[in-house]
C-alpha cells in the first residue's frame, strides 16, 4: 500500500479551509495525506532541509528550495488588500523609521521582502536593527515599546487596533501600486522527485479541495476553527476571504507574473539569489 504524504500547513483559517476536503478523504482519488500543522517560519526551515514530501512555504524561500521542489500551480496564498502591515505606538511617517528598531515575523517571509522592498524606497537610510520575533509577539513587543515597530501579517490585521497601535504602512498597497500586480504571500510545494504524475495528482486535489469548501463552507468549519488558536469566528471568516481567492485555485498569468516579480525586485536587491528561467515551471 502506498503510503500516505507528509505534508506541513499552518494552522490558519486559510490552509485549513483550503485542506479540510482533501485532508478527510473526501476529495476523490486524491492522495492520502498525513498533517502536521507548524507555522511558516518552520515550514521553510523544513523545505530548506529537504523534509516533507508536501509543503506550504512562503514565496520568499523559493529560490533556495526550488531544485528539490516544485512549485504548485494552486493552493497558496496571493491577493489583493491582504499585504503585511507596518505597525507604530504613536503614527509617524516612513521617514521616521530610519535607524529604528523593527520586529518581524522571519527574514525569509515574503513579508519580509515586501517590506525591505517597500524600505528601499520609502525610508532615507534605511531601517535599524532588525529583530525576529514569532508573529504573536510582535504586536505585544512594539505596544510595550520593545522595539520601534513591527511587521505583521494574517489576522494581525484585523486586531492590532485592540493593542492600541496605527498602521503605518500597508506593504501590500505600496507593491500594488507600484507593480499593478497580486501580493504573492504562500505557495504550496511538492518534491519534484514524487515524479510528474503525482505532483499533477496533487495539484489537482488541491484545486478539488479547495473548490469543495467553496462549495460548502460549513463542512469545513469544525476544521477551521479548531485549529483558529481562540480566534473570533467572524476574524476566521474574515481572513479565508481575504486569503483564499482565484490565485488560490489557480496562479494564473498573473499569479505567476507576481511570484516572479517579486523575486526578481528582491534579487535585484541582494536578498535571494536568482532564479533560473525556469525555476518556476511546474511540470
Known amino acids: ?37 507548524a507555522d511558516i517560519d518552520v515550514t521553510n526551515g523544513m523545505a530548506e532541509r529537504g523534509e516533507f514530501d508536501v509543503l506550504k512555504v512562503s514565496y520568499a524561500v523559493l529560490p533556495w528550495v526550488l531544485e528539490e521542489y516544485a512549485l504548485l500551480p494552486c493552493g497558496g496564498a496571493l491577493g489583493r488588500g491582504c499585504g503585511p502591515l507596518v505597525l507604530t505606538r504613536g503614527g509617524g511617517d516612513a521617514a521616521g523609521l530610519a ?49 520601534d515597530a513591527g511587521l505583521v501579517i494574517h489576522e494581525a490585521r484585523f486586531t492590532y487596533g485592540n493593542y492600541g497601535l496605527t498602521c503605518l504602512a500597508d506593504m501590500g498597497e505600496h507593491w500594488e501600486r507600484t507593480t499593478g500586480l497580486p501580493i504573492p504571500l ?16 496533487l ?19 469544525p476544521y477551521v476553527l479548531g485549529h483558529a ?32 516579480g517579486l523575486l526578481t525586485r528582491a534579487a535585484a536587491e541582494g536578498l535571494v539569489p536568482p532564479l533560473g528561467p525556469d525555476a518556476l515551471a511546474f511540470v
Not at 186 to 201: H, N, P, Q, V
Open 1 to 37: 500500500m502506498t503510503r500516505p504524504l507528509d505534508i506541513a500547513y499552518s494552522p490558519c483559517p486559510n490552509d485549513t479551509f483550503v485542506f479540510d476536503a482533501w485532508a478527510h478523504g473526501r476529495v476523490p482519488g486524491a492522495p492520502e495525506l498525513a498533517v502536521t500543522f
Open 99 to 147: 535607524g529604528k528598531t523593527v520586529a518581524v515575523p522571519s527574514e525569509r517571509s515574503t513579508a519580509y521582502l515586501l517590506f525591505r522592498l517597500w524600505a528601499a524606497a520609502e525610508v532615507p537610510g534605511g531601517v535599524g536593527e532588525i529583530v525576529v520575533l514569532p508573529f504573536h509577539e510582535i504586536m505585544p513587543a512594539v505596544r510595550d515599546g520593545k522595539v
Open 186 to 201: 504562500g505557495a504550496i510545494i511538492a518534491k519534484r522527485s514524487l515524479g510528474e504524475e503525482m505532483l499533477r495528482r
Open 203 to 221: 495539484a489537482d486535489a488541491a484545486r478539488t479541495s479547495v473548490r469543495m469548501a467553496w462549495d460548502d463552507p460549513e463542512a469545513s468549519r
Open 229 to 260: 488558536q481562540e480566534m473570533d469566528p467572524a476574524v476566521a471568516d474574515q481572513h479565508i476571504g481575504l486569503y483564499v481567492n482565484e490565485f488560490t485555485a489557480d496562479l494564473g498569468e498573473h499569479g505567476y507574473a507576481a511570484v516572479r
